[in-house]
């Protein structure tokens, strides 16, 4: 089963270098490396399906599929070509149509112009993943500016779902510090966010 949260090594921003190294990793059949990319990408490749299929279980399903695929194409990756998370949500997203393809199946008897048109609704959640991405760089941008000690708090808070006690044990730091941070950290993101 794949937790929700990501670690601390996984909140931050997965290096372009990296990630592309692991890729290279499993094209050399490395299964630490795919080991160490599914550790590093399952979260988020999760919660892509996750929106695209609307059922968890769906979505761990296609995840494995995506792991499969990638682990067999990982030859055809060329940096060149983009960034490879971009590579990787690709194939998470392209699976989820061809989950709701086959949920789309037409029935016997059922005239095709009756049936629930999921292909329409995958074709909005990719754009919304668009969105989301364009969204995650501004994200990332804002992020940046934040001090390391907010940054830190924000991303055990809200990426590990830890409580103000429990970052507040994590970094070794006050109570009341931790809910400062992690107050004045949202307000300078809300005000990065909106300009």
């Given amino acids: 089963m794949i937790r929700s949260g990501e670690s601390a090594g996984q909140a931050r921003d997965l290096d372009a270098g990296q990630l592309a190294g692991l890729i290279r990793g499993c094209a050399d059949r490395d299964r630490h490396a795919f080991e160490e990319l599914y550790r590093l990408v399952a979260p ?24 499969v695929q990638i682990w067999n194409r990982a030859a055809q990756f060329d940096l060149t070509r983009g960034h490879p998370l971009a590579w990787l949500v690709s194939m998470a997203r392209y699976r989820a149509i061809d989950v709701l393809r086959a949920q789309r199946a037409p029935l016997a008897g059922v005239p095709a112009d009756e049936e629930p048109d999921a292909l329409a ?27 390391a000690v907010q940054r830190r708090c924000l991303q055990l808070a ?25 107050r004045r950290g949202l307000l300078s993101l809300k005000q990065c966010l909106q300009t």
Avoid at 48 to 56: A, D, I, K, P, S
Avoid at 121 to 146: F, G, I, K, P, Y
């Fill in 44 to 67: 988020r490749l999760l919660a892509c399906l996750v929106r695209m299929l609307r059922r968890r279980e769906a979505a761990e399903d296609a995840l494995q599929d995506v792991f």
């Fill in 121 to 147: 609704s995958a074709e909005l959640a990719l754009d919304e993943t668009a969105d989301l991405e364009r969204s995650a760089s501004l994200l990332r941008r804002c992020l940046a500016q934040l001090t």
């Fill in 158 to 182: 809200f990426w590990e779902g830890y409580s103000h006690a429990q970052v507040a044990v994590t970094t070794g730091n006050p109570i009341g510090s931790v809910k400062s941070w992690i």
